[in-house]
């Protein structure tokens, strides 16, 4: 296999990951009182957002030309570095709307 097949799998299984997570932190922001759930909703939209462009970077990934290649996979880890501090940051504001 070559190195942008593994890439592209690396890629495909953090996005399955993270799409986990945000469903987690939507399940979580739902049983919450509704003036946190009015809170953290833009945090809920902004991580269902950054999924969906890591989701659209995947088909660039997959359909990276040689000569496109580094830029397409930087581009990527930038968006997944983002998705990532994303969610991490919805997390963090749902802890102090969490019962202890």
Do not use: C, N
Request: no cysteine.
């Amino acid at each position: 296999m070559d190195t942008r097949e593994l890439y592209k799998q690396k890629f495909e299984a953090q996005i399955r990951e993270w799409s986990a997570k945000i469903d987690v932190f939507a399940a979580h922001t739902d049983k919450l009182e509704a003036q946190a759930q009015l809170d953290l909703k833009p945090y809920v939209d902004s991580t269902r957002t950054k999924l969906e462009a890591a989701r659209a970077k995947l088909v660039e990934v997959a359909s990276a030309t040689d000569d496109k290649w580094d830029d397409v996979k930087k581009g990527s880890d930038q968006l997944w570095t983002d998705l990532k501090a994303t969610v991490e940051g919805a997390y963090d504001a749902l802890k102090p709307h969490q019962k202890s």
